[in-house]
Structure formats: structure tokens, C-alpha cells
């Protein structure tokens, strides 16, 4: 009998901080594109978005830790936060793709607003050669074809969530509760390293 390929599914993000949006949406295409592992992989260097207003990458790292570390086939990826420069996701499928053993099919697992965003990624054409993408749907986005290659893009329908790290960040700065929109210790973190408090 001939074993099939191992199946890795990665989720890029900010994740400042990491959400149930997140870890649904995750746990959806796990299950079902039958993936073994979802590594997720929060960015160094998110250069679409304005760096100032960015958790530091440690303090977005450990709370995808923190996140992920009841799930036995999730796990967490230093890769973007530890190489140097802007992030790319091309460098994420080729740094991911050089760890893992042969013949490994990889799946990139974004949202409906990220992917319909994505040929303004860098190189994003050579990115479909690594790896297959799928897009999940997000209460507020609508999934537009922007002209995806021919079998490259898969969608999938996740529980809505109508949840965003930004509106969980206003809610930090404005002194309304987090529970149950992050896992329990992300809440903890959060007041701990007194995240968002500032927040506009
Ligand atoms: N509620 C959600 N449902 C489905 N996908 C989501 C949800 N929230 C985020 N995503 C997807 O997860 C990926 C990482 O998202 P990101 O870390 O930027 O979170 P975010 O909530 O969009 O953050 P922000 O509000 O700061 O822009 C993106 O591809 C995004 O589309
Ligand atoms: O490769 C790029 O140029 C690129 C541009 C924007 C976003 N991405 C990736 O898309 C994922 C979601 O990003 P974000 O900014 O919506 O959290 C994350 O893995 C990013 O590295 C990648």
C-alpha cells in the first residue's frame, strides 16, 4: 500500500494578536483538505501595513504560542520573524518548503480580503508553484477571482466569525472585554505586556 503525501497547511498572519477568526478558519481547512499539520506563521515584517502600529514580532509570536499550543497538530513557525528584512510570502512556501521532507504538499490557508489582494504580493505568480491556496470566506469580504491560475485557489467556507484583530485591539484601548475572542491566554498576555492600551 502506498502512503500518501504528508499535507501542511500554513497560515500567514500578523496575528497581533492571533484571534478565533484565526484558529477557525485553521481547523476548517484541516479538516477539510485532511492537512496533518498547520503551522502557522506570523510575519517579521508586515510591509503592507504600517510598522509602527505592529506588536513587536516576539510579543506576536508567543501569543500565537500561546494560541496554538492545546492543538496537537498545530504548530509555530519562526521563519518570517526570524528572517531579515520585509516579508514575503514567497520566501515563507520557499523556507518551508526546504525544511519539510519530499514530496510534502503544502496548502497557504488566507482570508477573502488577503487573497483578493494578492497580485499585489511580491512575485505573487511564482508563489502558486509552491504551494496551493486557499481562501476562506470572512463575514465582510467577498471572495473576487482576480485572476487566479487554473486550478491554484481553492475556497472554503468557514463559521463566520465576525471578528478582526483590529476591533479586538479598539476594544483593548477602550477598556471593553476580550474574553471569548481570544483564547483565554491570550487575554492574559495581552494584560500582562499591557498590549493595546494605547491603541487608536
Ligand atoms: N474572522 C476571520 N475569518 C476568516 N479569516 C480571517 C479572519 N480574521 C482574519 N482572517 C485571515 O487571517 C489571515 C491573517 O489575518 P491578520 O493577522 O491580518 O488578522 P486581521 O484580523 O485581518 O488583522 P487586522 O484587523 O489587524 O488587519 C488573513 O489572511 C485574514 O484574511
Ligand atoms: O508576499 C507579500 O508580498 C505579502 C503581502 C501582504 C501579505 N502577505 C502575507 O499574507 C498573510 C496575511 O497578511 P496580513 O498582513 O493580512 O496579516 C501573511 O502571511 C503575510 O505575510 C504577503
Not at 497547511?9 to 484571534?19: A, L, R, S
Not at 477557525?24 to 510575519?43: I, K, N
Not at 466569525?161 to 491570550?186: E, K, M, N
Amino acid at each position: 500500500m502506498s502512503e500518501r503525501n504528508r499535507r501542511v497547511g500554513v497560515m500567514g498572519g500578523t496575528f497581533d494578536p492571533i484571534h478565533h477568526g484565526h484558529l477557525v478558519a485553521a481547523s476548517e481547512v484541516a479538516g477539510q483538505f485532511g492537512l496533518d499539520e498547520v503551522v502557522f506563521v506570523p510575519t517579521g515584517r508586515p510591509w503592507q501595513k504600517s510598522v509602527q502600529d505592529v506588536s513587536s514580532p516576539e510579543d506576536r509570536y508567543l501569543m500565537t504560542v500561546i494560541a496554538t499550543a492545546s492543538n496537537p497538530t498545530f504548530s509555530v513557525s519562526r521563519v518570517d520573524i526570524d528572517r531579515e528584512g520585509e516579508t514575503y510570502t514567497l520566501d515563507t512556501l520557499r523556507d518551508l518548503r526546504e525544511s519539510s521532507p519530499e514530496g510534502t504538499e503544502i496548502f497557504f490557508i488566507t482570508g477573502a480580503d488577503a487573497l483578493s489582494q494578492i497580485f499585489s504580493w511580491h512575485n505573487a505568480h511564482e508563489m502558486f508553484e509552491l504551494a496551493h491556496f486557499v481562501g476562506c470566506t470572512r463575514p465582510g469580504h467577498t471572495l473576487s477571482d482576480p485572476g487566479f491560475p487554473d486550478g491554484g485557489v481553492s475556497l472554503v467556507e468557514v463559521p463566520a466569525l465576525a471578528i478582526s484583530s483590529t476591533d479586538i485591539r479598539a476594544r483593548v484601548a477602550g477598556g471593553d472585554p476580550v474574553w471569548y475572542l481570544v483564547p483565554d491566554g491570550v487575554v492574559q498576555y495581552i494584560s500582562k505586556r499591557g498590549l493595546y492600551r494605547g491603541a487608536s
